[in-house]
């Protein structure tokens, strides 16, 4: 591990936020600026590359399972369409609580992996996958599929359901509360490429979600 996560530790107390429940961009939070360094070149101008491996969030002792951990559906150009990945309940009733959402717009659809135009009516078949149930990694396919820069898709997942010892110290603390504001959403193109945060990304702490355009598909999760 580099010495950067301890800094980013100290920072992070001096700098914790006195209103935890706002929908904070990454922009604003200094815990994030202590650890994120601009790319000069890349997927996205709203990545950027770490000095270290990302600390993933982790399911809770005790947290329910997804219930539909593998979701396959047609989006049409010129549809707009929701899909959801759920939890199963922790009582009894339907399986309500959302895990992870994507939002392809009616326009969003732009370009096959295959580099071909989507025209209006057309339809790409899309697969989800929860990968890795224990840090809740999602991979989407078609790899390589693009999203129209100007109507990007919407991706939320929900971090409700895990660990609050991000730092893994044994405790729940000051520390704690301050990485949760800097949760970010991570994308990882391909098995080989290294996991890289979407800067735009908003983590609302009070409802424990966090949200961002996309703009193709990739694996994804929350990370710090």
Known sequence: MSVLRPLLLVAAVSVAACAPDRLASVDDTAARSAVLTPRTAGPSANDAVLDDDPHFVAAAVGAPTIANPLVTFWAVKGRDTTVTMYYHS?????DSTPFFSIRVRARSLWKRPNGSTIADGDSVQITLTLVD????????????????????????????????????????????????????????????????????SNNSTGAHEVEADIGGFTGYAIAY
Request: include cysteine.
């Open 90 to 94: 922790t009582t009894s009733g339907r």
């Open 133 to 200: 149930a224990e840090r809740l990694i999602v991979d989407c396919q078609p790899s390589g599929l693009l999203f129209s820069p100007k109507d990007p898709a919407r991706l939320k997942m929900s971090y409700g359901f895990t660990d609050d010892d991000l730092n893994d110290d044994g405790s729940v603390d000051a520390i704690d509360q301050t990485l949760t504001q800097a949760l970010l959403i991570w994308r990882k193109e391909t098995a080989t490429s290294p996991w890289l945060p979407i800067l735009t």
